[in-house]
């Protein structure tokens, strides 16, 4: 079994998303390789709308960023448009790179007008499928792209070999400019305008009105093969179902962690997440479509969220169809779960099992235990607000709504100015005790604050996080920087700390970044704090997080040298 020589070379700023090629086949391991990203405006057309975004290189998406693990990446980023921009590398560890995670006034200030910054860093013990996005506001909607981390030279998956690779992007199309729809909803306190559309690769398909046949994203196969398919939540705010009709995966991966595998007829992907299917074509001989479909998981109320389908369509032997929309809405759509399917969402979760040796920690050194959902904030004087009973929507971590400060975390605590910057007593578990998933409390006030954990060198963690239905249940992908962690417990209702913790997963818990708190329940990890920096951990819901749902962990140094954070490189964007 060898990797499959499916790719461009890293060194090349690629301009053809769907292109595949054999030149980093037999390319060395631990190689430095160059990318040089333009953030440009491009005007799109999606759905009848042509308007102009925020790309990478003139790409929506972006391009992709393909190394082996153990490859160095230099990445130098040109900001040509009128926005703030920061880029994160969702997934990668960056041990002592942290100067290069991207987050917005946590580990830089963003790249001004004109100005420009290298992230420089190296893979180190990861294969799989990440991805990059924008880190500040909502720019990410159209600013993303894959990372694909091949296994070292001469290293094989530990699956079938795949006759072909393909990323398959999930997103969400707004015919208004996303910077507007934000800052709309912050000043009037409500939910933000849904989008217009999901899509595929940057495609909506053929159910939306105005949608053209080139709009559709069509991938053809040879039957009898097996596929690769490198999956990625891009969107926004919504979870998401996945399938495609009359077919079956076997999942082998997430978030480029290794899994047992286990087969499945439909993917549920949160935003953040990432996983790798294989997808084995049927032997057909004569030409076929099946179409794929992806919609939204949600326990939100209805008109909250964006319930519309995307559709691409899986092709064999196609030398003689035509294609047009008609012929494509003719075609079964896979029955997909209910929207709201907060049990077959259950039973996904607990299928996953880390295939490698776990390296979960036995011992605990720090226990904390967070609440994480929404509130509200007051309406401020002579304004109408149109949030819940006429305040403004917020979100909070053990009721703190995170402020982002004007300097960056990370250089407020390398050059010893925390007290000026952010506080250190984020408090451990709630200051105030409820029935988290019962009745909702009369107060669903937040507070606010810049606040810190900090952890000393190696400490390990664990996390209990717990949903709240203060003003209503959902499920909240919680992304941690800098970090894997072991998913070792998950329930519903409110967390036992007397009985559940019996019940722990310490053998084979998967491996993550990105983890649902589901609804109405809660989620446990550990992780070792051997990555010194300060590191973002925030609801990748993006509306959530610009609600506050967010907080950060710094990390100190240990006493070795190999244990320190470097200096800041000469060119960190200042603010």
């Not at 979100?395 to 250190?424: D, E, Y």
């Amino acid at each position: 079994m060898g990797v499959p020589s499916t790719f461009l070379p890293a060194i090349l700023i690629i301009s053809c998303f769907m292109c595949f090629c054999p030149d980093l086949a037999n390319a060395a391991t631990g190689v430095t390789r160059h990318y040089k990203f333009n953030i440009r405006l491009q005007n799109v057309t999606r759905l009848c709308n042509t308007k102009s975004i925020i790309t990478v290189n003139g790409k929506f998406p972006g391009p992709r960023i393909i190394a082996r693990e153990g490859d160095r990446l230099v990445i130098k980023v040109v900001n040509h448009v009128p926005n703030n921009i920061s880029i994160h590398w969702h997934g990668i560890r960056q041990l002592r790179s942290g100067w290069a995670d991207g987050p917005a006034y946590i580990t830089q200030c963003p790249i001004q007008t004109g100005q420009s910054y290298v992230y420089n860093f190296t893979i180190i013990g990861q294969t799989g499928t990440l991805w990059y996005h924008a880190h500040v506001s909502w720019i990410r909607a159209t600013l993303y792209g894959p990372i694909i981390i091949l296994p070292r030279l001469n290293t094989s998956y530990p699956f079938v070999k795949p006759y072909k690779e393909v990323p398959i992007i999930f997103g969400e199309w707004w015919k208004a400019d996303t910077e507007a729809v934000i800052n709309q909803a912050l000043q009037t306190g409500a939910g933000p305008n849904n989008s217009d559309a999901y899509t595929i690769n940057g495609l909506p398909g053929p159910l939306y009105n105005c949608s053209s046949p080139k709009e559709t994203f069509r991938l053809n196969v040879k039957p009898g093969k097996t596929y690769l398919l490198r999956i990625i939540n891009a969107a926004l705010n919504d979870e998401l179902f996945f399938k495609i009709t009359n077919h079956t995966f076997t999942v082998v991966d997430a978030d480029a962690t290794y899994l047992k595998p286990f087969e499945t007829d439909t993917i549920y992907i949160t935003p953040g997440q990432t996983s790798n299917v294989l997808l084995k074509t049927k032997n057909i001989t004569s030409s076929a479509r099946f179409l794929m479909a992806a919609r939204p998981y949600s326990t939100a109320a209805a008109g909250t969220f964006d319930n519309t389908t995307v559709v691409g369509v899986l092709e064999y032997n196609n030398h003689n169809m035509q294609f047009s929309n008609a012929s494509i809405k003719g075609l079964p759509l896979p029955p997909l779960p209910a929207i709201n399917a907060t049990s077959y969402v259950a039973n996904w979760t607990n299928k996953f099992r880390g295939l490698q040796p776990s390296k979960v920690p036995q011992t605990v050194d720090n226990r904390y235990f967070f609440t994480v959902g929404l509130g509200s904030d007051p309406c401020p004087k002579n304004q109408t607000c149109q949030g819940p009973n006429g305040t403004k929507f917020s979100a909070s971590v053990n009721n703190i709504s995170f402020t982002l400060p004007t300097t960056a975390l990370l250089q407020a605590r390398f050059f010893g100015q925390t007290n000026k910057v952010f506080a250190t007593n984020f408090p451990a578990f709630p200051l105030s005790q409820f029935n988290y998933t019962g009745t909702p409390p009369n107060n669903t006030r937040v507070t606010h604050g810049t606040k810190v954990v900090v952890l000393p060198y190696n400490a390990t963690v664990e996390l209990v996080m717990q949903g709240t239905s203060i003003l209503g249940a959902e499920n909240h992908p919680l992304h941690l920087h800098g970090f894997n962690f072991y998913v070792v417990g998950q329930g519903t209702g409110n967390f036992n700390s007397a009985t559940d913790p019996a019940n722990f997963n310490l053998v084979d818990p998967v491996e993550r970044n990105t983890v649902g708190v589901p609804a109405g329940g809660w989620v446990a990890i550990r992780f070792r704090a051997d990555n010194p920096g300060v590191w973002f951990m925030h609801c990748h819901i993006e509306i959530h997080l610009s609600w506050g749902l967010r907080m950060a962990w710094a990390v100190m140094d240990g006493k070795l040298p190999n244990q320190k954070l470097p200096p800041p490189p000469s060119d960190l964007p200042k603010c």
